[in-house]
């Protein structure tokens, strides 16, 4: 069953060329694969039967010029500072890593969330206090991501290369 495994901020107004370009990519490991608009434009969600790390290893093969970043979710919370920091934790957790270095970004559409800024610092001062992680801006191991879609969040605790961004592939090529 295909499941919601990406956040695609692509150029305005061409959400649905960006969204075939995206998925000429990855037809050829799951020809069921598709994406939906959002009522925010410019943001698109994939939704796929493969694993969301998956569809980002996919993407870094191949060029998709109208998006600027692809975030894998593993995660889909509800809205809420608390609730988003909560689910950051556990799947931190999950990750059984102790003392890794972290960066959080994350962004908000819609008017649920009052402050990006208020779930970053929240999410930050729990993984610093409660399994000993420690902020990195520059040079983290993971980035905690979270994509705020009005009442929904999508998160994602990843390798600091596991968000594809298109100015990172132009450098590398």
């Given at each position: 069953?295909?499941?919601?495994?990406?956040v695609?901020?692509?150029?305005?107004?061409?959400?649905?060329?960006a969204?075939?370009e995206i998925?000429?990519?990855?037809?050829?490991?799951d020809?069921?694969?598709?994406?939906?608009?959002?009522?925010?434009?410019?943001i698109?969600?994939?939704?796929?039967?493969?694993?969301?790390l998956?569809?980002?290893?996919i993407l870094?093969?191949?060029?998709v010029?109208?998006?600027?970043?692809?975030?894998?979710?593993?995660l889909?919370?509800?809205?809420?500072?608390?609730?988003i920091?909560?689910?950051?934790?556990?799947?931190?957790?999950?990750?059984?890593?102790?003392?890794a270095?972290?960066?959080?970004?994350?962004?908000?559409?819609?008017?649920?969330?009052?402050?990006?800024?208020?779930v970053?610092?929240?999410?930050a001062?729990?993984?610093?206090?409660?399994l000993?992680?420690?902020?990195?801006?520059?040079?983290?191991?993971?980035?905690?991501?979270f994509?705020?879609?009005?009442?929904?969040?999508?998160?994602?605790?990843?390798?600091k290369?596991f968000i594809?961004?298109r100015k990172?592939?132009?450098?590398?090529?």
């Open positions: 069953m295909k499941k919601r495994v990406a695609a901020s692509v150029e305005v107004s061409r959400e649905d060329k969204g075939i998925l000429d990519c990855i037809f050829p490991y020809s069921e694969a598709e994406y939906i608009k959002t009522k925010y434009p410019g698109i969600i994939i939704l796929s039967n493969l694993d969301p998956e569809i980002i290893k870094r093969k191949c060029f010029s109208l998006a600027y970043k692809v975030v894998p979710i593993q889909w919370v509800k809205a809420s500072p608390e609730i920091s909560e689910a950051c934790i556990q799947l931190a957790k999950k990750l059984k890593v102790r003392k270095t972290f960066r959080v970004e994350g962004n908000r559409r819609g008017r649920v969330v009052k402050s990006r800024s208020e970053i610092r929240r999410i001062f729990r993984l610093v206090n409660e000993g992680w420690r902020a990195s801006i520059e040079d983290p191991q993971y980035i905690v991501d994509e705020i879609l009005g009442e929904e969040a999508g998160i994602c605790i990843v390798p290369h594809w961004r990172e592939y132009l450098a590398l090529t």
